[in-house]
């Protein structure tokens, strides 16, 4: 289950970034931006900034609003997430060749 952290200045100080994911659609206000994150401690998290149309907006905002959210990961949901945002190139690099099974 993806939680959602507070905002952590010193975390991302001190946090490698593994991959960025960017959508746009032009001439309409849907965008994402994602920055996938590992802690020196091993722990992963996604900092996302996005507008109304995705998937991390909260309803209840007004649709010009964007949202900036941090979420703390596992390593199952960063592989996931790597899996589905990632050219396969840029997944091995992260975390590997994956097993075939």
């Given amino acids: ?4 952290i507070n905002n952590n200045d010193r975390e ?9 994911y960017e959508f746009f659609q032009d ?3 849907i965008f994402c931006h994602e920055n996938l994150y590992r802690t020196t401690s091993g722990s992963y998290f996604l900092k996302v900034e996005t507008g109304p149309d995705s998937f991390y ?5 007004g649709l010009w609003d964007h949202v900036e959210a941090v979420f703390s ?5 960063a592989k996931a997430w790597a899996e589905r945002k990632l050219p ?3 997944y091995c690099e992260i975390f ?6």
Avoid at 57 to 61: A, E, G, I, R, Y
Wanted: glycine content about 8%; hydrophobic content about 35%; proline content about 9%.
């Fill in 1 to 4: 289950m993806i939680k959602k």
């Fill in 12 to 20: 991302f100080a001190t946090s490698n970034c593994l991959a960025v």
């Fill in 27 to 29: 001439g309409a206000p």
């Fill in 57 to 61: 907006h909260p309803t209840n905002l």
């Fill in 73 to 77: 990961l596992s390593e199952a949901e």
């Fill in 88 to 90: 396969v190139m840029d």
């Fill in 96 to 101: 590997g060749t994956p097993e075939e099974g």
